[in-house]
Nanobody, 121 residues
């Protein structure tokens, strides 16, 4: 079991940058594939980014590739999402996720509470 707590969301303007953080409790953080999902207003939750246990492999949704960067610091039990060139359509609640096997091919087993990102023009 892992507990996930997101932070770093807020109100920003289009073109700005933002870094989201996800703090995980427990001593088995490096056993989990980590990732981020988001849910825009009136939309379902969609995959954003994933990162392997050691941090060497990453994958991104086409809509964010080139602007978003996922990373992790296993010594700090923390995963990050660096967001550059924010667009209004990036407005959503962003969720940190964890799973022992995959965060892409099926719904991850563990979810944080979410952090709101609102982008204005």
């Amino acid at each position: 079991q892992v507990q996930l707590v997101e932070s770093g969301g807020g109100l920003v303007q289009a073109g700005d940058s933002l870094r989201l953080s996800c703090a995980a409790s427990g001593r088995t953080f490096n056993d989990y594939i980590m990732g981020w999902y988001r849910q825009a207003p009136r939309n379902g939750r969609e995959f954003v980014a994933g990162i392997s246990r050691g941090g060497s492999d990453t994958t991104y949704a086409d809509s964010v590739k080139g602007r978003f960067t996922i990373s992790r610091d296993n010594a700090k039990n923390t995963v990050y999402l660096q967001i550059n060139s924010l667009k209004v359509e990036d407005t959503a609640i962003y969720y940190c996720v964890a799973d022992r096997n995959t965060v892409v091919r099926r719904t991850p087993n563990y979810w944080g509470q979410g952090t709101q990102v609102t982008v204005s023009s």
